[in-house]
């Protein structure tokens, strides 16, 4: 059974900076993609960044220059560092991997105060 288990997350004032972590376990499978996605009270989830297994990143536009994601797909871990937060970006933030399907894990609140 594979399981994401994510950390880092809480509360941070705007310009502040936050780091989550997360660690995957139980894949049969190599994983192509791991990333994060959030959302907010209201909205859609959306996609943050992701890397794949080719160490290829992509970014939100909206988090591009503040966000910065790295990590190993084949060590099964990652890690998403915040930097310059804004009340925007709190929100619910959930890692995922794909592995022939894709798997979430339990999610990690964010929050930036004005």
């Known amino acids: 059974q594979v399981q994401l288990v994510e950390s880092g997350g809480g509360l941070v004032q705007a310009g502040g900076s936050l780091r989550l972590s997360c660690a995957a376990s139980?894949?049969?499978?190599?994983?192509?993609?791991m990333g994060w996605y959030r959302q907010a009270p209201g909205k859609q989830r959306e996609l943050v960044a992701h890397?794949?297994?080719?160490?290829?990143?992509n970014y939100a536009d909206s988090v591009k220059g503040r966000f910065t994601i790295s990590g190993d797909t084949a060590k099964n871990t990652i890690a998403l560092q915040m930097n310059s937060l804004n009340p925007e970006d709190t929100a619910v933030y959930y890692c995922?991997?794909?592995?022939?399907?894709?798997?979430w894990g339990q999610g990690t609140q964010v929050t930036v105060s004005s």
């Open positions: 995922y991997l794909t592995a022939i399907m894709t798997f």
């Open positions: 139980g894949s049969k499978y190599s994983i192509d993609v």
């Open positions: 890397i794949t297994s080719g160490g290829t990143t």
